[in-house]
């Protein structure tokens, strides 16, 4: 069974970092394009940042709100992905999700198929 599980949430600060990661269990998923989105209360889930896979170049993208701050990175090798987050904002508070599928539309939530389950993260002012 494919899962995607995220950790390293938390509460910090506002102008503090933390580091997101995301273990799947399938190594197809090296192949995969993987993301991360996020949602807070009341709001739909929204794009944040997301890696293509070895079928293409790896490059990365980010939604203009978290770009200079996040940073996105994978570990085939241990089937990981990662996302640093410095300088946060109170405005970043949301549930955290990693995603994975094969997809051109990269900043859409439909063009992934596995999600993991959630990891908050809140920042305070």
């Known amino acids: 069974q494919v899962q995607l599980v995220e950790s390293g949430g938390g509460s910090v600060q506002a102008g503090g970092s933390l580091r997101l990661s995301c273990a799947y269990s399938a190594r197809t998923f090296s192949r995969f394009t993987l993301a991360w989105f996020r949602q807070a209360p009341g709001r739909e889930r929204e794009f944040v940042t997301r890696i293509w896979g070895t079928w293409s170049d790896g490059s990365t993208d980010y939604a203009d709100s978290v770009k200079g701050r996040f940073t996105i990175s994978r570990d085939n090798a241990k089937n990981t992905i990662y996302l640093q987050m410095n300088s946060l904002k109170p405005e970043d508070t949301a549930a955290y999700y990693c995603?994975?599928?094969?997809?051109?539309?990269?900043?859409?939530?439909?063009?992934?198929?596995?999600w993991g389950q959630g990891t908050q993260v809140t920042v305070s002012s």
């Open positions: 995603a994975a599928g094969i997809t051109n539309d990269g900043r859409s939530a439909s063009g992934y198929n596995y």
